[in-house]
């Protein structure tokens, strides 16, 4: 069987087709098929507090291309969601409107405590040593979202506005900024070593570029080292060079350095990519629901 979720970032729109098979008591997710259409709607939302209507019309455009994807692909159940950009623009639900009158589309906007439960709803953990302890980082452009579990069980998550678009025009005030990292230092303490679970367009990049195999933890090391060479070239030549697409290389270093933070307040010395995030949750969560009406 197979589902579809729509993410409708700050950065970037996605539509996500899953593919739920279910084989002698096991239940395995896997990808088919990810567009992603880089519309910027937080540069709109963060800088204005309102979405454009130039970009209010790509947006409601993109929607309608993916509900005709999503027919068809033929899919048991799909589900929309929008985070920081949407929750932060004044016009947002005259667009949702505009979404479900001209695209046939249903829109949730979530918070950020939700946001963090659904990509939470992936439990990358679970493959790994239960008696340890992970911090699941998802990073946006306009919020970061952490989650920490030890020994199986959740031990705090909250949501932050600090995203690589915020970052980039300078809207974080160093005294939130402080703020973040003192909360990732608190829950920390105490939790012995921790590894983070990355998941967010900019982790999974970053950890492509250093080259790691399968899924091999990226060390804190490495990713400081990685971030040094790409902040050494500009937006430009990041695209010439680095082979980075356009949208992604001035988003990519506030990124990074959203990540080492957190990291080192933390103590963490490695991150763990299993290249996850918000629509892979959304998909578990429709999953759920539907066995729950089986």
Same mark, same amino acid.
């Given at each position: /069987?197979?589902?579809?979720?729509?993410?409708?970032?700050?950065?970037?729109?996605?539509?996500?087709?899953?593919?739920?098979?279910?084989?002698k008591?096991?239940?395995?997710?896997?990808?088919?098929?990810?567009?992603?259409?880089? %519309?910027?709607? @937080?540069?709109?939302?963060?800088?204005?507090?309102?979405?454009?209507?130039?970009?209010?019309?790509?947006?409601?455009?993109? /929607?309608?291309?993916?509900?005709?994807?999503?027919?068809?692909?033929?899919?048991?159940? &799909?589900?929309?969601?929008?985070?920081?950009? $949407?929750?932060?623009?004044?016009?947002? +639900?005259?667009?949702?409107?505009?979404?479900?009158?001209?695209?046939?589309?249903?829109?949730?906007?979530? !918070?950020?405590?939700?946001?963090?439960?659904?990509?939470?709803?992936?439990?990358?953990?679970?493959?790994?040593?239960? +008696?340890?302890?992970?911090?699941?980082?998802?990073?946006?452009?306009?919020s970061?979202?952490?989650?920490?579990?030890?020994?199986?069980?959740?031990?705090?998550?909250?949501?932050?506005?600090?995203?690589?678009?915020?970052? %980039?025009?300078?809207?974080?005030?160093?005294?939130?900024? $402080?703020?973040?990292?003192?909360?990732?230092? !608190? *829950?920390?303490?105490?939790?012995g070593? *921790?590894?983070?679970?990355?998941?967010?367009?900019?982790?999974?990049? %970053?950890?492509?570029?250093? +080259?790691r195999?399968?899924?091999?933890?990226?060390? &804190?090391?490495?990713?400081? $080292?990685?971030?040094a060479?790409?902040?050494?070239?500009?937006?430009? !030549?990041?695209?010439s060079? %680095? @082979?980075l697409?356009? !949208?992604?290389? +001035?988003? *990519?270093?506030?990124?990074?350095k959203?990540?080492?933070?957190? /990291?080192?307040?933390a103590?963490?010395q490695?991150?763990?990519?299993?290249?996850? @995030?918000?629509?892979?949750?959304?998909?578990? @969560?429709?999953?759920?629901?539907?066995?729950?009406?089986?």
């Amino acid at each position: /069987m197979k589902f579809a979720s729509i993410d409708i970032g700050s950065n970037a729109v996605r539509l996500l087709f899953c593919n739920v098979i279910e084989d002698k008591g096991k239940t395995v997710f896997k990808k088919a098929e990810l567009i992603r259409i880089p %519309l910027r709607l @937080g540069e709109d939302a963060f800088l204005r507090k309102k979405i454009t209507k130039q970009k209010a019309d790509r947006l409601v455009t993109t /929607m309608k291309a993916f509900k005709h994807l999503i027919s068809v692909h033929d899919v048991v159940d &799909y589900r929309a969601c929008a985070t920081a950009a $949407l929750r932060t623009a004044t016009n947002s +639900d005259e667009i949702i409107k505009r979404i479900k009158k001209e695209a046939g589309l249903p829109v949730t906007i979530i !918070d950020g405590k939700t946001e963090a439960s659904i990509i939470y709803a992936n439990h990358a953990e679970e493959n790994l040593d239960h +008696d340890a302890s992970y911090m699941y980082v998802d990073i946006g452009g306009g919020s970061t979202e952490i989650t920490l579990m030890s020994k199986g069980k959740c031990v705090a998550s909250r949501s932050f506005n600090i995203g690589t678009i915020l970052l %980039l025009y300078n809207k974080v005030e160093k005294k939130y900024w $402080l703020e973040f990292r003192q909360w990732v230092k !608190d *829950i920390s303490e105490g939790r012995g070593p *921790i590894s983070a679970i990355g998941s967010g367009g900019n982790i999974n990049k %970053l950890y492509k570029m250093s +080259d790691r195999k399968g899924s091999k933890p990226l060390p &804190y090391k490495k990713l400081k $080292l990685i971030t040094a060479k790409i902040e050494s070239y500009s937006p430009k !030549d990041r695209v010439s060079i %680095l @082979g980075l697409n356009p !949208d992604r290389a +001035d988003v *990519i270093v506030p990124a990074a350095k959203i990540l080492l933070a957190i /990291m080192k307040s933390a103590r963490i010395q490695r991150i763990i990519v299993p290249e996850i @995030g918000l629509s892979d949750g959304i998909v578990r @969560g429709l999953y759920a629901d539907y066995k729950k009406r089986k």
